[in-house]
């Protein structure tokens, strides 16, 4: 079992940056495929990126891609979202989650999921 916690977010102008960590319990972290998750009001949850369990393939929603970067250190148990040029639409509770079965973007393989952590980008 995997338990997920995020920290990070905040309030940041247009253009600014923030760095989101996920913290993880458990001995078989470096075996799970990572994924960060945002929700905005009134709106389904939605995939933002996903890392491999070595770090090496990394995968990102167009809406983000350019822009944010994700990575982990399996030695500290720790993935990592760095966001830069936020856009307002930016906006909304991100989540960490852990997934052991496919590669993919489907939040439904995801096991394991933080609480969330509050990215709001103010124009």
């Known amino acids: 079992q995997v338990q997920l916690v995020e920290s990070g977010g905040g309030l940041v102008q247009a253009g600014g940056s923030l760095r989101l960590s996920c913290a993880a319990s458990?001995?078989?972290?470096?075996?799970?495929?990572m994924g960060w998750f945002r929700q905005a009001p009134g709106t389904e949850r939605e995939f933002v990126s996903l890392i491999n369990w070595s770090g090496g393939t990394t995968s990102y929603a167009d809406s983000v891609k350019g822009r944010f970067t994700i990575s982990r250190d399996n030695a500290k148990n720790m993935v990592y979202l760095q966001m830069n040029s936020l856009k307002p639409e930016d906006t909304a509770v991100y989540y960490c989650a852990a997934n052991n079965r496919y590669w993919s973007p489907d939040k439904r393989f995801y096991d394991y999921w933080g609480q969330g952590t509050q990215v709001t980008v103010s124009s």
């Open positions: 458990g001995r078989t972290f470096s075996t799970y495929r």
